[in-house]
């Protein structure tokens, strides 16, 4: 097997804040970057200086973006007082994208409802068609990311937006941790969608509804309001160090060949208090498929 995907990096994964951490995604070997659009990377704290000279140190490094990460706030989209204001956000960070030089934002959108008839289902529908047509515009993807849901389920959602402006971002430890869903048989079944991947690992211990991981506006806001306290306080799933968790990366290596993607293997490491060094490892492991 020899892979051709460029190796990038979560910025935020190294936990020293976006300039230190550009620096050491080029020491460890990346060639491209995710940033979160957060905090100092905030489209309404980023002057139009700020952004070109962003731009300019990244290109100084060698780096390229692969993508940026846009935290809408906990639920998502499917929040209906909250809706409309969080699609806003996700427009000013699509142009903030665009601007350093990638056509993709990668999104939690919250739990897709499995009841199309639903209240949550209608605003989470309604506010991907609009984003879906605004990326269009602007010849880009936000890219959903894969965990809060099945792939099948997923792709159906998707496939009722009648576009490619929302697509997937492909994290298989996600779907290992969190619904139990096949990572590599998820490929397949999302290979049209495929814009961004993570490289992530994990493992389950046991089941749990989704929500209780990921917060559900209509769930959490009942008499599980401890939902997520719950899972935390229990081992319900472990992110590890890639290589080391349950996702079988020699077939799902394969399948993203098979499917022909040629975008970035994206490391995150959210766990673990030896980021740098589980990063670098990261990237020889990756290196280790070409």
């Given at each position: ?274 980021p740098e060094a589980n990063i670098r490892e990261a990237v020889e492991f990756i290196k280790g498929y070409r």
């Open positions: 097997m020899k892979m051709t995907n460029k190796i990038g990096v979560i910025v935020d994964s190294f936990r020293v804040g976006v300039r230190q951490g550009l620096a050491k995604a080029k020491e460890v070997g990346a060639e491209g970057v995710q940033i979160y659009a957060r905090n100092e990377m905030d489209p309404s704290a980023l002057s139009t200086q700020a952004r070109s000279e962003l731009k300019d140190y990244i290109a100084s490094l060698g780096l390229e973006i692969s993508a940026l990460c846009g935290d809408l706030g906990r639920f998502g989209l499917e929040d209906t007082s909250a809706a409309s204001e969080r699609v806003d956000k996700a427009k000013r960070i699509m142009e903030l994208a665009k601007e350093l030089g990638t056509d993709i934002v990668t999104m939690h959108i919250g739990v897709i409802p499995y009841d199309p008839e639903s209240e949550s289902y209608a605003a989470m529908q309604g506010a991907c068609l609009e984003l879906c047509r605004f990326a269009e515009s602007m010849d880009a993807n936000y890219a959903i990311e894969t965990g809060p849901t099945t792939a099948y389920h997923l792709k159906s959602f998707l496939d009722t937006l009648g576009g490619k402006g929302v697509a997937v971002n492909y994290d298989p430890a996600n779907m290992v941790m969190v619904t139990g869903d096949d990572p590599v048989r998820g490929v397949y079944t999302l290979k049209d969608y495929i814009v961004h991947t993570h490289a992530k690992d994990g493992m389950r211990f046991f089941a749990v509804d989704p929500r209780e991981v990921y917060g559900s506006f209509d769930f959490v806001s009942g008499d599980n309001g401890k939902a997520r306290d719950l899972v935390r306080s229990r081992k319900v799933y472990l992110e590890t160090p890639l290589g080391e968790g349950h996702v079988d990366f020699d077939s799902y290596f394969q399948a993203l060949m098979d499917i022909q993607y040629t975008g970035y293997l994206t490391i995150e490491r959210e766990a673990g208090d030896q």
